[in-house]
T-cell receptor, first 110, second 111 residues
Framework: KQEVTQIPAALSVPEGENLVLNCSFTDSAIYNLQWFRQDPGKGLTSLLLIQSSQREQTSGRLNASLDKSSGRSTLYIAASQPGDSATYLCAVIGNNDMRFGAGTRLTVKP | SQTIHQWPATLVQPVGSPLSLECTVEGTSNPNLYWYRQAAGRGLQLLFYSVGIGQISSEVPQNLSASRPQDRQFILSSKKLLLSDSGFYLC??????????FGQGTRLTVV
């Protein structure tokens, strides 16, 4: 069974800082990896999707990378803003299932 | 366009009462469908997934069941709710090769 781990569990940074969130998974036979953000008490908002044949995807200040062979993905956030404060979740999508890490709770202080 | 409907948004139910949460998908056919539960301050726990009509895979033994009576309909049920069933329930779909989409979630409180 696929296991997904996210490090760190929580992160607090001052506004403007660049930061990296990590996601690792145990089974490299995946279709896609998707990063989500979740605001408190809300559902999930999709940020970036990386297909298994890709190595990275960019959207605005976000850049996600995927190294399937080593079972790792990173989400890079440039020039962080207080509005980026949320929990960030990575999801590993296999042939049939989709499994999540426990998330990284990010706080960006003004 | 591809959309997913999940209802109700909020539900308060007494212990021992039945439960039925429904999720429907539009804009795709034969999707993989998922039910997740998120306890307060925790990650998403995969409860059930389905790759086709009538095909349900259960991840953990529990008080809940799932059914897929139609291609784009996924139902989460319980005959008798427990206090421990409280949580935030999310329905999702994917086609494997494209991104996954989530419903807005149902916050269930069992009292």
């Amino acid at each position: 069974k696929q296991e997904v781990t996210q490090i760190p569990a929580a992160l607090s940074v001052p506004e403007g800082e660049n930061l990296v969130l990590n996601c690792s998974f145990t089974d490299s036979a995946i279709y896609n990896l998707q990063w989500f953000r979740q605001d408190p008490g809300k559902g999930l908002t999709s940020l970036l999707l990386i297909q298994s044949s890709q190595r990275e995807q960019t959207s605005g200040r976000l850049n996600a990378s995927l190294d399937k062979s080593s079972g790792r993905s990173t989400l890079y956030i440039a020039a962080s803003q207080p509005g980026d404060s949320a929990t960030y979740l990575c999801a590993v999508i296999g042939n049939n299932d989709m499994r999540f890490g426990a998330g990284t709770r990010l706080t960006v202080k003004p | 366009s591809q959309t997913i409907h999940q209802w109700p948004a909020t539900l308060v139910q007494p212990v021992g009462s039945p439960l039925s949460l429904e999720c429907t998908v539009e804009g795709t056919s034969n999707p993989n469908l998922y039910w997740y539960r998120q306890a307060a301050g925790r990650g998403l726990q995969l409860l059930f997934y389905s790759v086709g009509i009538g095909q349900i895979s259960s991840e953990v033994p529990q008080n809940l069941s799932a059914s897929r009576p139609q291609d784009r309909q996924f139902i989460l049920s319980s005959k008798k709710l427990l206090l421990s069933d409280s949580g935030f329930y999310l329905c999702a779909w994917s086609t494997g090769l494209a991104e996954a989409f989530f419903g807005q979630g149902t916050r269930l409180t069992v009292v």
